[in-house]
Every structure is written in C-alpha cells, then in structure tokens.
C-alpha cells in the first residue's frame, strides 16, 4: 500500500484541521473536498467566501464539511493582533501595519497554526515561494536544537524495492541553495525526524556527493563539507534523540542499489543500498533531481514539506496538480498525529 493511503488510514481515525490560506484556488478547493469527503479532517479555507462559494459551484464541489474563514471577519484577528505585537520581529510596527499584516492570508493562517486553530498549513499555489515561506518562518519556531528550516520532497513510487516500501525522502529541494556543514546537518537530522515519524521505519540517510569514500588528498572542497557534515548529523541525532543511521559521503546509485553498494565498498554500511532518505549537496542537485524523477520517471511526488519547524507546514508549487495537493496536505496532517498513535497498537488508537 502507497505512503498516501496509510497516512489517509490512519487520518480517518484521527483527523486534523488543515488551513489553506489560497481558499479560492481552483485546485485547493478540489483537494479540500477530496480531503473532507475522505473524512481526514477539516479543510479551512481562507478567502472571500461569495468567491469561494462561486467558484466550487462552478466546478460542480460542495462545501460541507469545509469551513471558510475571511480573516478581515474573523473574531481572531484581534486575538491575533497583541500576540503578533508581543514578537519580536514584529514589535517595532505599529498596531495599524500589523493589523494589515494579519489580513495577508499567510499571516492569519500561520498565526492560526500557532494558535491551536489549525494542526497544519498547505500555501505557495498562487504566489511565489518567498512570499509563501516569509510568513510562516516569520512566526513559526523552530525545534529545539535546530537553527536552520528546510525542505523535503516525498516520492512515493510503485518501485516497493526503493526507499521504505516505495517512499523516498529528498531533501534540500527548496530553501536553501548552498548549505553549510551545519546546515547539511541539520536538513539530515530533521528530515530524518520526520521520515522516521510517517513510515514507523529506521531513517537510513545518505548524505549525497560525487564521491563515494573519497581517498583524494587534498579533499575536494564539495566533499569535504559533506563529510564533516556526516559527523555533525551523528551527533546532532544524538543530542536530539533521533535514532538514524547517517553515512556519507555516498554516490546515489551506491545510496540506492545494493550491488553497486557493494561494488563501491559500503555494503557493510545500513545505509548503502539501503537509504530511504537522501541528502543532496545543495539546491541545484535537489531541485532539478526531484523535478526531472517526476517527469521524465512519473514518480508521484508530494511536497515541499517544512523540515525544522516546530509545526506541519508545506509550501506547494505554483505547478501543483490537485492530487499533488492532496497528497501533501495528508503528509502534514499526518505529521500532527502523535507517532504513538500512528505505529501503535490497535488498542491504544
């Protein structure tokens, strides 16, 4: 069974709210109501609500079952206002530019998030990556023992060979486009973290380079910086109580193929041939491999899903379809189940 229809499985016993702050785009409100007649919780739409109502009648959708909430109507956004002016990012605004800033549907939707109005946040179908990630690393913290947020792509593919019974973590795939050592650490660690979380299996991450066990002297620069950052991510697995195994650096096919793996000399190790997890050396490698596996391999593809954050977030691209949205949006909600209750016993849910 796909990663999407074990996460949806265990969504119908525990559902969560999921606000989309682009509430009239065509293509979230036929994920909301895919996402609300699977009862997996309850779409928030955000937006002018006569639009919202026009555009599902035109596209022949009901509304039961999903909430649309106009920011500017809402009784949260005074609630909102004194918290958003406690920030400090925030706090040298005035009262009247902060109030404006809460009717950006960005704004609102993550301060719902933090809130407890929302277990999670689906945005970017509409506007540009920047403006949909501003907002919500604005206001949204990171975890403790974290300093950088980042991004991962879910492939879930019918290949159950690959990855954990077919689900591949890719990551960084939208943030950060030359990371550190520390940086590679922390996106390891943390999408690690989550893999972990939705699949109940142990995160094998392979921390990717055009070198497998490099002997060159000197070190190419690129390869060094993975390596160092191999034995960064190890300890900050440790220090944030993450059981993982992290190797690298490693070549994808020796990542992902057990004979080549043992060809290249990391067989004995639990991540060649075996990753479910892959770390790319910056955003050009990650961006432009996710996208092409997509197309040119037709691998389903969900994200970018937030890593980092102390709360479920996803910025969507401007190209999603709706089964794209839908996808994602069941990882983020998933994520706010607690993994107790999405590996536990049957008697415990």
């Not at 006569?50 to 035109?58: F, L, N, Q, T």
């Not at 660690?189 to 055009?210: E, Q």
């Amino acid at each position: 069974m796909a990663l999407i229809d074990r996460l949806a499985e265990k969504l119908q016993r525990h559902p969560k709210r999921v606000v989309f702050p682009e509430g009239s785009d065509p293509r979230i409100l036929q994920a909301a109501r895919s996402f609300a007649t699977r009862r997996l919780g309850v779409p928030i739409l955000l937006g002018d609500r006569a639009e919202i109502k026009d555009r599902a009648e035109r596209l022949d959708l009901r509304l039961d079952g999903i909430r649309i909430l106009e920011p500017e109507r809402s009784e949260d956004l005074d609630m909102f206002l004194p918290m958003i002016q406690e920030l400090p990012r925030f706090s040298q605004f005035d009262v009247d530019s902060n109030r404006a800033r809460l009717l950006q549907k960005n704004y609102f939707a993550a301060m719902m998030l933090m809130t407890g109005r929302a277990d999670a946040l689906v945005s970017g179908a509409t506007t540009q990556a920047s403006s949909a990630l501003r907002p919500i690393f604005q206001i949204v913290p990171l975890q403790e023992h974290v300093k950088t947020a980042s991004s991962m792509l879910v492939l879930d593919m019918d290949n159950e060979k690959l990855g954990v019974d077919g689900a591949l973590f890719l990551a960084d795939c939208g943030v950060i486009p030359e990371p550190t050592e520390d940086q590679l650490a922390d996106i390891a660690v943390t999408t690690a973290d989550i893999a972990g979380h939705l699949t109940g299996a142990m995160p094998r991450v392979a921390m990717l380079s055009w070198a497998t066990r490099a002997r060159r002297d000197p070190l190419p620069a690129g390869v060094a910086r993975v390596r160092n950052a191999v034995v960064k991510a190890r300890a900050k697995a440790e220090l944030k109580g993450i059981s993982a195994s992290i190797d690298g650096e490693i070549q994808v096919d020796a990542a992902l193929v057990p004979e080549v793996a043992a060809i290249k000399g990391v067989a004995e190790s639990p991540v060649g041939g075996q990753a479910n997890v892959l770390v790319f050396p910056d955003l050009n490698c990650g961006n432009i491999v996710s996208k092409m596996v997509q197309i040119v391999a037709g691998a389903r593809g969900y994200g970018q899903i937030l890593t980092g954050l102390s709360r479920p977030c996803a910025e969507i691209s401007r190209g999603a379809h709706a089964y794209d949205i839908i996808g994602t949006s069941i990882i983020v909600a998933a994520q706010a189940i607690d993994r107790h209750f999405l590996y536990g016993t049957e008697s415990c849910q």
